[in-house]
């Protein structure tokens, strides 16, 4: 009897944990290679306040150039923005890191009966760091992210998570630029 009483809490917990659940931290990875060298791919990405070789931004801004604190405005392409700031930055090893602090909504939606505001990147916390590296004649380039879905409640299994927000949605978004931007660095390189 005292064996069942201890396992009645470890029991509880479980099946709370099979009810909800809160985001998963969600990663991505994508890589090119680029038939050009690597200083002339670093040479294309290394102005953290130039994002002119990623399709979807119309237009950047950066206070403080490729000091770690800048914080960069990035205008996309649809008139949404999202605000960056630069995290670390190494221009002998060809990297920078940087964190997205604020974007503005794509959209609202009713989920549960309350309204939400979809972020023109439907993901939460995300981190990111991109680097390029020498081999040979050519360069690889590494995008690689971190961060959450964009609703970052508790899923309720009687109304799920909404499609907008969930972690397909910022995967697909996630890789979509990552796959579009590395697309175009590499076009611009190989002129």
């Given at each position: 009897?005292?064996?069942n009483?201890?396992?009645?809490?470890?029991?509880?917990l479980?099946?709370?944990a099979?009810s909800a659940?809160?985001?998963?931290r969600?990663k991505?990875?994508?890589k090119i290679?680029?038939?050009?060298?690597a200083a002339?791919?670093?040479g294309i990405i290394k102005?953290y306040?130039d994002?002119?070789?990623?399709?979807?931004?119309?237009?950047?801004?950066?206070?403080k150039?490729?000091?770690?604190?800048?914080?960069r405005?990035?205008?996309?392409?649809?008139g949404g923005?999202?605000t960056?700031?630069l995290?670390k930055?190494d221009?002998?090893?060809?990297s920078?890191?940087?964190?997205i602090?604020?974007m503005?909504?794509a959209k609202?939606?009713?989920h549960?009966g309350?309204e939400l505001?979809?972020?023109?990147?439907?993901v939460?916390?995300?981190?990111a760091n991109?680097?390029?590296e020498a081999?040979g004649?050519?360069?690889?380039?590494?995008?690689h992210?971190?961060y959450y879905?964009a609703?970052?409640?508790?899923?309720?299994?009687?109304t799920?998570e909404?499609?907008?927000m969930?972690?397909?949605?910022?995967?697909?978004?996630v890789?979509?630029?990552?796959t579009?931007?590395?697309?175009?660095l590499?076009i611009?390189a190989e002129k």
């Amino acid at each position: 009897m005292k064996k069942n009483l201890l396992l009645l809490p470890a029991l509880l917990l479980a099946a709370s944990a099979v009810s909800a659940h809160g985001p998963v931290r969600q990663k991505a990875d994508e890589k090119i290679t680029i038939n050009a060298p690597a200083a002339k791919v670093w040479g294309i990405i290394k102005d953290y306040g130039d994002m002119s070789w990623l399709p979807a931004v119309k237009n950047t801004t950066a206070d403080k150039a490729n000091t770690p604190g800048s914080i960069r405005v990035l205008t996309l392409q649809d008139g949404g923005s999202i605000t960056e700031e630069l995290k670390k930055y190494d221009a002998d090893k060809m990297s920078y890191g940087y964190k997205i602090t604020e974007m503005s909504s794509a959209k609202t939606i009713t989920h549960a009966g309350a309204e939400l505001k979809v972020p023109v990147l439907p993901v939460d916390n995300y981190t990111a760091n991109i680097d390029v590296e020498a081999q040979g004649d050519t360069s690889v380039v590494t995008w690689h992210g971190a961060y959450y879905r964009a609703y970052t409640n508790n899923i309720d299994p009687k109304t799920n998570e909404p499609k907008d927000m969930n972690e397909d949605a910022a995967n697909s978004a996630v890789k979509a630029v990552f796959t579009s931007g590395l697309a175009n660095l590499k076009i611009l390189a190989e002129k």
